[in-house]
C-alpha cells in the first residue's frame, strides 16, 4: 500500500458491451483518499464470466499500482463467448472494492466444413451421405446443404436440398443423403455447398466441393 489511506474506489469498463470477435475489455480503477487521487496502491483485477448456457469460463486476475492520477489501468481478453461477467476492483490489504458489469455479444460465426467422399468421385445411380462437421462455442441452430449439377434423372442442372436442426449442440458432424441418377452423364461435375447458422444468428459458409460423376 501506499502511503495514503484510501477510502473509496471506483471501475469504469469499455465497452461495456463486448464483441466475441475481439474478445477484449478495457478496465480503469481509481484509488481515491478523501476524495483526491491516491498514487501507489495495488489493486486486484478480477473477473466472473458466464456464456448464455451457464458455462464459467476462467479469466487471469490481473495485478497493478496506481500511478500519480490514482488510476491503474489494463486489458483483459479472452472474452468469446456469448455471455454476462463482472469485473471487481479489489485494493490490496483493504476491503474496499468497485464492481461493474459486462455482456459480450457473440459475433463469432461457426465453423463449417464438408467432408468429401473419397477422391471426390461418385457413381451413377448412387444414394450416398455427405457429413459436414460443425462447430460453435455457443451452439449450432441449423446447417442448410445444397447441391448443383447432373443429380437428377436428366441431364439438366438441377438442386438438392436439405436442412437440419442442430439443437444447440457445439460441435456436430451431420449427413446430408443425396441421389446420383442413373442417367448423370459421366466426367459432369456436382458442386456440394453447405451453410450454418449459430444461435446467436451468425452464418457461415463451408468451402463447396466439387465431386465428378463416374460410370455405375
Known amino acids: 500500500m501506499g502511503c495514503v489511506d484510501t ?13 466475441s470477435i475481439d474478445g477484449t475489455l478495457s478496465v480503469r480503477a481509481t484509488a481515491l483518499a478523501d476524495r483526491a487521487p491516491a498514487p501507489d496502491e495495488k489493486f486486484t483485477i478480477s473477473v466472473e464470466y458466464t456464456d448464455r448456457n451457464g458455462t464459467p ?4 486476475p490481473v495485478d497493478g499500482t496506481t500511478g500519480t492520477d490514482g488510476s491503474f489501468s489494463t486489458d483483459l481478453t479472452g472474452l468469446s463467448w456469448d455471455g454476462t461477467g463482472t469485473v471487481t476492483a479489489t485494493l490490496a490489504g483493504a476491503t474496499i472494492a468497485a ?7 457473440d459475433r463469432t460465426p461457426p465453423k463449417v466444413t464438408i467432408v468429401p467422399p473419397t477422391n471426390l468421385h461418385v457413381r451413377q445411380n448412387t444414394d450416398l451421405t455427405i457429413q459436414v462437421h460443425v462447430i460453435d ?3 449450432v441452430s441449423q446447417v442448410f446443404f ?3 449439377g447432373q443429380t437428377g434423372n436428366n441431364n439438366n442442372n438441377n438442386r438438392q436440398r436439405s436442412t437440419v436442426v442442430a439443437s444447440g449442440t457445439t460441435d456436430a458432424m451431420i449427413g446430408f443423403d443425396m441421389t446420383i441418377s442413373q442417367n448423370a452423364t459421366v466426367g459432369s461435375t ?5 451453410l ?5 444468428g451468425n452464418q457461415a459458409a463451408a468451402t463447396p466441393i466439387t465431386l465428378t ?3 455405375l
Do not use: C
Open 190 to 194: 456436382i458442386t456440394v455447398y453447405a
Open 57 to 60: 469460463h476462467a479469466i487471469d
Open 137 to 139: 462455442e455457443i451452439g
Open 196 to 200: 450454418a447458422a449459430d444461435l446467436s
Open 213 to 215: 460423376v463416374d460410370p
Open 99 to 105: 464492481a461493474a458489469t459486462f455482456a459480450v455479444l
Open 146 to 148: 445444397e447441391t448443383a
Open 7 to 19: 477510502n473509496d474506489a471506483t471501475i469504469e469498463l469499455a465497452p461495456d458491451l463486448v464483441s
